[in-house]
C-alpha cells in the first residue's frame, strides 16, 4: 500500500576523492572535470540531479576542488567575450552550468571514505530523505533511474539503492546485496549488504552502483560506524543496519537498473563512455561513427 513520506528535494554528490586512477591528468585538474565529449563528468550528474526535481544540491569537495566551484559559477569575463562576438550558441552552454542548479559545498577535510563524506552533508539536509549521486556513474537521461528510486523511496519509505546485475566475477569490486523479489519486478528487498565480497561469498550478482536515496537516520547510523574495508568509514556497513533493523530508518530496498550506464571510474570504460555517448550526439555522431568504422576495419 502506498505511503505518504516527506518529498525529496537535496543532492548530495561526494566529490573528494583525489582520482589517482587518471594520473597525471588529475594532478591538478578534478577528476570530475575530466571531459566527457565536451562537458565535465559532473555537469552530467548535476543535470541528472535536476532532471529528477533536485534543484538543491551539495557537493562535498576536498583540496584542489576549486575549478569545480568555477565550473558551475558565472564567469563574466567569458559570457561578455562571447556576447560580443555575437556567439549566442556558446554563450549558452557557457551560461548553462551556472543556471542548472542552486550548489552549495562543503570540505571534506580528512579522506575517511564514502560514508564519512555523506556524514559531512548532514548540516545541510537536516532530517530528509536526500540523493546520493557518485560522479563515476553516469546515467543515460533517456533512463530516468533517479526518478525511479525516488518514486520507491515514497512508496515504502526507508532507503532505496541502484543495482545492476554483473558477471560473478566482476562482483569483487562493488558491494553486493543479498536481495527478495517485491510485487514489483524492477525492486527487490535488500536483507544485507558485503562491500566487496569474494565472488565465492557473495550473496548475489547483484552490485551496488552509484545513486542512493537515504532515509536521515543514515546520518546517526554512521557516525557510530568504525572504519571497515580499506580502513574507511563504508556507506554499505551503514545501510546493512538499516537492512538488519527496520525499526530505524526504515527498510531498505533496491531498484535494479537495466538501462545505459557509463562508467567514468576507470580509464577503459571512460573511453567506451566517450565514444558511445559521441557515436549518440546528432552533432557528432554521424561523421563520427564513419571514422570509427573506418578506423575500425583499417586496424582489424
Known sequence: MTQSHPRI???VIPAAGLGTRFLPATKATPKEMLPVVDK????????EAVAAGLGDVLM????NKRPLEDHFDRNYELESALQKKGDAGRLAKVQESSDLAMIHYVRQGDPRGLGHAVLCAAPH??????AVLLG???IDPRDPLLQRMIDV????GGSVIALMEVAPEQIHLYGCAAVETTEDSDVVKVGGLVEKPDPADAPSNYAIIGRYVLDPHIFDILRRTEPGRGGEIQLTDALQQLAEDESVGGPVHGVVFKGRRYDTGDRG???RAIVRLACEREDLGPDFRTWLR???AEEM
Request: hydrophobic residues 30%.
Open 9 to 11: 528535494s537535496k543532492a
Open 40 to 47: 565535465p563528468a559532473i555537469q552530467y550528474v548535476v543535470e
Open 60 to 63: 562535498v569537495t576536498g583540496r
Open 125 to 130: 539536509v537536516g532530517h530528509e530523505p536526500f
Open 136 to 138: 563515476d556513474d553516469l
Open 153 to 156: 523511496q515514497e512508496q515504502y
Open 269 to 271: 570504460d571512460y573511453l
Open 294 to 296: 573506418s578506423y575500425v
